[in-house]
């Protein structure tokens, strides 16, 4: 019985030993990098003249009013023009199969 109380002293004193020596390193938390602060909006936007600007937010290009309708949204204007039209797909027409034209042919 003595032996058991041994073990269990030792590994409640290891488990403890573990815990102080894990904390006592410097957290995650305190070496984390700052969020870069977050550019002030100007309101006066609706107010100023339209002037179409091409932008590019996230890696897609979009028309905003203006320049500064574009910063406002965090994007950085690549063009001082609206941004051209995207392509568009033109839809495939439906293939016909084997017995689709061999009931054509019989008619």
Known sequence: MKIKNLATAAAIAVTAAAF???SAVSS???KAKKPAPV????????FSA????????????????NAC?????GAVV??????PPAKTVKAAGKKKTTAAKSAKKKK
């Not at 550019?39 to 609706?46: E, G, L």
């Not at 600007?53 to 979009?62: E, F, N, R």
């Not at 690549?78 to 941004?83: F, G, P, V």
Request: glycine share 10%; with cysteine.
């Open 39 to 46: 550019p002030q909006r100007s309101a006066s936007c609706a």
């Open 28 to 30: 995650e938390a305190a």
């Open 69 to 73: 309708w574009a910063g406002n949204d």
């Open 78 to 83: 690549t063009a001082q023009k609206a941004c």
């Open 20 to 22: 102080v020596l894990g």
């Open 50 to 65: 339209p002037a179409p600007v091409c932008a590019t937010k996230g890696g897609l290009s979009h028309t905003y009013r």
